[in-house]
């Protein structure tokens, strides 16, 4: 079974920086795209960043210039540097990770997986 844990949010202020962890437990060999989402309050869940196996990435234009996202493959672990928050930054973040292979497997399995989201608050 497919599990994620995000650890690394809270409370900073604008200007400041956080980093998120996620790390992947199960029995996996590899994985396509891990990636962050978040979710604000009365809004729709939207992407932050991806990155794929082989450390292609991609962001939001929103984030562009001042989050990274890198992952370990041999850990199954994601990370996304946070900097120059802003208060639009706000929201509840989420790991995610897409087209999972497990060992003696060439498909990829169809479902997503998620964690269970952690807050990340900008304010002063």
């Known amino acids: 079974q497919v599990q994620l844990v995000e650890s690394g949010g809270g409370l900073v202020q604008p200007g400041g920086s956080l980093r998120l962890s996620c790390a992947v437990s199960?029995?996996?060999?590899?994985?396509?795209?891990l990636g962050w989402y978040r979710q604000a309050p009365g809004k729709q869940r939207e992407l932050v960043a991806t990155?794929?196996?082989?450390?292609?990435?991609n962001y939001a234009d929103s984030v562009k210039g001042r989050f990274t996202i890198s992952r370990d493959n041999a850990k199954l672990t994601v990370a996304l540097q946070m900097n120059r928050l802003k208060p639009e930054d706000t929201a509840v973040y989420y790991c995610?990770?897409?087209?999972?292979?497990?060992?003696?497997?060439?498909?990829?399995?169809?479902?997503?997986?998620w964690g269970q989201g952690t807050q990340v608050t900008v304010s002063s």
């Open positions: 990155i794929t196996s082989g450390f292609v990435r």
């Open positions: 995610n990770a897409d087209g999972v292979y497990y060992p003696g497997s060439w498909l990829a399995d169809e479902n997503t997986y």
């Open positions: 199960g029995s996996i060999s590899t994985i396509n795209s």
